[in-house]
């Protein structure tokens, strides 16, 4: 396929196939993008339109809840009030059929007793909404916060659903779902209750009496009618028997839509008359029951149904627009891009006074100029070559010339050192040679690393032209392993260090200045130290506080020449060289000679002890 479009394309100029890219490359992702747009809408607004449903039905789940909350609240309160529970035992043993001569202090402690238990029920029920709170002892006493003309507590022992409180232990409760409202004063306005009953029970879990809190319907139908809309919403107790509904005649009736609805907390699409229903559900706690709530899918979805759509309108029309746009870019883009061909075509042919002129401030332009800027710098580059040749024979022929003058010297010296030993003088001859070996290493400066063989010959020559200088012979020791003398380390690293030695340990007097070198563990060590005047601490302690510091800390001056370079420069060239693996100590007492150690470790950083 990829193969037969391009031959389809080779024939044709570039600009047809830009044109014909960007179409295809328009075209098709918007064609794509309608379908996948239609599919995906669809589904979104599906899980959108759930989504709010969810989000309305809790909140109305929420304020049911906090109903059945405030009623629960009243009947633990009863239960767990440890004065109320004492005067209510201690009530629920009177026989009430039983004539008793009445004693005034009793009458009046069962008047308190009545007034102080009237009072916590008037209290509990005081704040949120109103609530309906019978306390029925097993005798028959009882105890309300409304007037018994209002509804004869006895008459809730022959409630269908009262034998089952029998069977109620501890925290258990029985639900009652709405039942025909009792209450005389009531009837009217609110035709339908909801009551949650309790038993009372004391340490022998023998019943003493009952609790039964009551609402109106009328409570739970002000949720449904808080959320907007033309929609359907019911609560269902356990046995899906409807509770609660905006419609009255509803309540009492079994749910219809029961065998459409999956599984507990199914939330989605059912057919009821072959149009589509948007069904959620909320579990209401404590209770097993459950809020429902079912609205027209169309209804549902309107409002982001209209906002899709005029999502989708747009994107069409700027589509459109675009393709249009795009399409005349394309044609202007690709005009100077012909012309460039052109020139490029004529370039190819050997002109190259040719240029595209073209000077526009785009990627265009830019290449144009940088083409254009090209052929110039080609044949700028044509006569350049000629004289780079020349300067480079220039330059070549001064870096010979440079060279003559330290070669004449050298050969002068040799020249000078075989005369002196054709006369006998060998010692001098020695000398010469000593001083013609150091000026070569100091002038030859490509050398920058030198083998410790070189190293150590260097410093034989030092001391030897050293002694020449003053009266007394300085004498050095060299022990130095094989395997050390193959170390490779920069030139002129143990001479600073001996000079230093010579001039402030000896004090340019007679001495021993010893030089060890061994490999130890794959550790390069080298060792100088001179039994010399030494220094105390205190100097000690300054000259390794400030070792680092880029100058001469031993001798305190800035020579000139090979002998300048000091023992702070030695370690900064170390550590340049070798980094965190290079280490130096110095150890000194005064009149006890000064030792400089120096350490080179392959395996790491190397700890300043």
Known sequence: ?????????????????VILTSVICIVIPAILTLFINSYLTKDAMKEQAISNADRELKLAGEYVSKLFEDMLYAANYIQLDSEISTILKKNANIDLNQDKITIPNEQYQEYMEYSKVAKTIENITLLGEKSYVTILLKNGKHYTNYPIDDYQPEQLFQESWFKELDGVYGYETI??????????????????????????????????????????????????????????MLLIDGSNHIISHREDDQIGHSFPYLEQVQNEGFSNIIDISNENYLYAEHSIPYTGWKLISIVPY??????????????????????????????????????????????????QGGNLEVRTNIRSKDEIGRL???????LDRINEMIKEITDTQARKRKAEFAMLQAQINPHFLFNVLNSIRMKVMRKGDYESAEMISSLSKLLR????????????????????????????????????????????????????????????????????????????????????????????????????????KNLTIKTDLLDGKNKKGFSSLGVSNVYERMRMTFGEAFNMEVHSNEGSGTKVSMYISRGGKRPNV
């Open 298 to 347: 169309k209804q549902a979805i309107s409002k982001i149904n209209s906002i899709f759509d005029r999502v989708f309108f747009a994107q069409v029309i700027s589509f459109i627009l675009f393709f249009l746009l795009l399409t005349s870019i394309m044609q202007t883009i690709t005009r100077p891009l012909v012309h460039l061909g052109n020139v490029a075509t004529t370039v």
């Open 441 to 544: 290493m100091t002038i030859d400066k490509d050398k920058g690393m030198i083998s410790f063989q070189e190293e150590v010959d260097i410093v034989k020559d030092f001391v030897k032209l050293m002694n020449m200088r003053q009266k007394e012979k300085v004498q050095l020791e060299v022990n130095v392993s094989r395997a050390a003398y193959c170390e490779i380390i920069p030139r002129f690293i143990l001479q600073p260090i001996i000079e230093n030695s010579m001039i402030h340990g000896l004090n340019q007097s007679a001495g021993i200045i010893s030089l060890e070198a061994y490999v130890n563990n794959n550790d390069f060590v080298i060792i100088v130290e001179d039994n010399g005047q030494g220094m105390n601490q205190e100097v000690l302690g300054v000259l390794r």
């Open 1 to 17: 396929m990829w193969n037969w479009i391009q031959q389809k394309l080779t024939p044709h100029s570039f600009r047809f196939k």
């Open 175 to 232: 639900w009652i779902g709405s039942q025909p409202t009792v209450f005389k004063s009531e009837q009217t306005l609110n035709p339908y209750q909801i009551s949650v009953a309790r038993t009372l029970r004391d340490s022998n879990l023998k019943i003493y009496g009952y609790v039964i809190v009551t609402i109106m319907e009328n409570k739970i139908k002000q949720a449904f009618e808080s959320i907007p809309g033309n929609r359907e």
């Open 368 to 374: 144009s100029n940088s083409f254009d800027q090209m």
